[in-house]
C-alpha cells in the first residue's frame, strides 16, 4: 500500500510540472497547443495548424464548413463552379515553412512546393500559349483536372499511394488501383479528399525518387497510412483553394508534363 500510493504521489509530482502549460476552458483543462476553447465552455481540436470552429455543439473547419450566424447551423461552403480554374496552397499556420507554398505539378505528380513544369507547341499554337508556370485545377462533382487547353484535357486522380497524379496529354491511362472521384474543391474553403475517411491532407519531406529540393510530397492521409506518415516527419496540411476568374477561362497550361 505504502508503495503505490507513494507512486502514486510521483506520477502526480510530474503531472503537476505538465499541468502548468494547461489552460482552464468552463470545467475542464486543455493543452493551448492542441485544443481552441470558445465561450469559455467548448473545446475544439487544432488540426493542420486550423483551431477548429465551433458550431450549435460541432467543431468545424472553415476549409469545408460555414456557419451563419443567422441560421446558426453548420452548412457545406459552395463548391467551386464546374469549369471555374482554381489554384491550391498549402496551409497550415503552425509551420511556418509550409504554409502559403504553392501546390505544383512536375512530372505527372502534384507537390507542394517547387515550381510548375509545363510544354506549350509555340509552333502550333504561338501567342495563344498561356504562361504554363502556375498550376491550376478544375472540378466538377467528384472529378478533378488540369486546367490545360490540349485536346483531350489531363484527369487529375489518387494514385495507389495516395498521391495525386495527372494523364499524360494525349493519354488517358491511370494506374489500377487509383480513384478518380472524392476531390471537393469548396469556394472560400480548401481541397477535400472524400476518399478513405476523410482525413485530409499530409506534406511528407522530399526523397531521393521525387524531384527534391524544395518539393514536398502531397499525401492523402487515411485510417491505414496516416501512422507511417507522421513516422517519417510528414505534417498535416489543408489545401486552401483560391479562385481564379469566373468568366474568361484562363489556361494554366497547354499542358502540364
Ligand atoms: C509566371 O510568368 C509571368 C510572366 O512571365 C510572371 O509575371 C509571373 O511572375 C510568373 N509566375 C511565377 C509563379 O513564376
Ligand atoms: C491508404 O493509403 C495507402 C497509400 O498511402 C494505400 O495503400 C491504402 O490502400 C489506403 N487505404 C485506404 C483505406 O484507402
Same mark, same amino acid.
Given at each position: 500500500?505504502?508503495?503505490?500510493?507513494?507512486?502514486?504521489?510521483?506520477?502526480?509530482?510530474?503531472?503537476?510540472?505538465?499541468?502548468?502549460?494547461?489552460?482552464?476552458?468552463?470545467?475542464?483543462?486543455?493543452?493551448?497547443?492542441?485544443?481552441?476553447?470558445?465561450?469559455?465552455?467548448?473545446?475544439?481540436?487544432?488540426?493542420?495548424?486550423?483551431?477548429?470552429?465551433?458550431?450549435?455543439?460541432?467543431?468545424?473547419?472553415?476549409?469545408?464548413?460555414?456557419?451563419?450566424?443567422?441560421?446558426?447551423?453548420?452548412?457545406?461552403?459552395?463548391?467551386?463552379?464546374?469549369?471555374?480554374?482554381?489554384?491550391?496552397?498549402?496551409?497550415?499556420?503552425?509551420?511556418?515553412?509550409?504554409?502559403?507554398?504553392?501546390?505544383?505539378?512536375?512530372?505527372?505528380?502534384?507537390?507542394?512546393?517547387?515550381?510548375?513544369?509545363?510544354?506549350?507547341?509555340?509552333?502550333?499554337?504561338?501567342?495563344?500559349?498561356?504562361?504554363?508556370?502556375? %498550376?491550376? #485545377?478544375?472540378? !466538377?462533382? $467528384?472529378?478533378?483536372?488540369? &486546367?490545360?487547353?490540349?485536346? /483531350?484535357?489531363?484527369? *487529375?486522380?489518387?494514385?495507389?499511394?495516395?498521391?495525386?497524379?495527372?494523364?499524360?496529354?494525349?493519354?488517358?491511362?491511370?494506374?489500377?488501383?487509383?480513384?478518380? %472521384?472524392? #476531390?471537393?474543391? !469548396?469556394? $472560400?474553403?480548401?481541397?477535400? &479528399?472524400?476518399?478513405?475517411? /476523410?482525413?485530409?491532407? *499530409?506534406?511528407?519531406?522530399?526523397?531521393?525518387?521525387?524531384?527534391?529540393?524544395?518539393?514536398?510530397?502531397?499525401?492523402?492521409?487515411?485510417?491505414?497510412?496516416?501512422?507511417?506518415?507522421?513516422?517519417?516527419?510528414?505534417?498535416?496540411?489543408?489545401?486552401?483553394?483560391?479562385?481564379?476568374?469566373?468568366?474568361?477561362?484562363?489556361?494554366?497550361?497547354?499542358?502540364?508534363?
Amino acid at each position: 500500500m505504502v508503495r503505490s500510493s507513494l507512486l502514486a504521489a510521483s506520477i502526480l509530482a510530474g503531472s503537476n510540472s505538465a499541468l502548468a502549460a494547461l489552460q482552464t476552458c468552463g470545467q475542464s483543462q486543455y493543452d493551448p497547443a492542441q485544443y481552441v476553447c470558445w465561450s469559455n465552455e467548448f473545446l475544439c481540436p487544432i488540426k493542420a495548424g486550423e483551431p477548429l470552429s465551433y458550431c450549435a455543439g460541432a467543431c468545424y473547419s472553415k476549409f469545408m464548413y460555414t456557419c451563419p450566424p443567422a441560421t446558426n447551423t453548420l452548412s457545406l461552403l459552395p463548391t467551386v463552379p464546374q469549369g471555374t480554374p482554381f489554384r491550391l496552397s498549402a496551409s497550415n499556420p503552425s509551420d511556418a515553412y509550409l504554409h502559403g507554398l504553392p501546390v505544383s505539378a512536375t512530372g505527372l505528380t502534384i507537390w507542394i512546393g517547387g515550381s510548375t513544369t509545363s510544354y506549350c507547341p509555340v509552333a502550333q499554337v504561338g501567342d495563344a500559349c498561356p504562361t504554363g508556370n502556375t %498550376t491550376s #485545377f478544375v472540378s !466538377y462533382e $467528384g472529378y478533378m483536372s488540369m &486546367n490545360v487547353m490540349v485536346p /483531350g484535357g489531363q484527369a *487529375a486522380y489518387l494514385n495507389p499511394n495516395s498521391r495525386i497524379a495527372y494523364t499524360q496529354a494525349h493519354s488517358a491511362y491511370i494506374p489500377e488501383g487509383s480513384q478518380r %472521384t472524392g #476531390f471537393a474543391a !469548396y469556394q $472560400g474553403g480548401g481541397l477535400v &479528399n472524400l476518399n478513405g475517411g /476523410g482525413w485530409g491532407w *499530409a506534406a511528407c519531406p522530399s526523397t531521393a525518387s521525387g524531384p527534391g529540393g524544395s518539393y514536398w510530397s502531397l499525401v492523402a492521409r487515411n485510417e491505414t497510412n496516416a501512422k507511417g506518415l507522421a513516422e517519417w516527419n510528414c505534417r498535416e496540411v489543408n489545401l486552401k483553394v483560391e479562385v481564379l476568374g469566373q468568366n474568361v477561362r484562363d489556361y494554366g497550361a497547354w499542358q502540364y508534363s
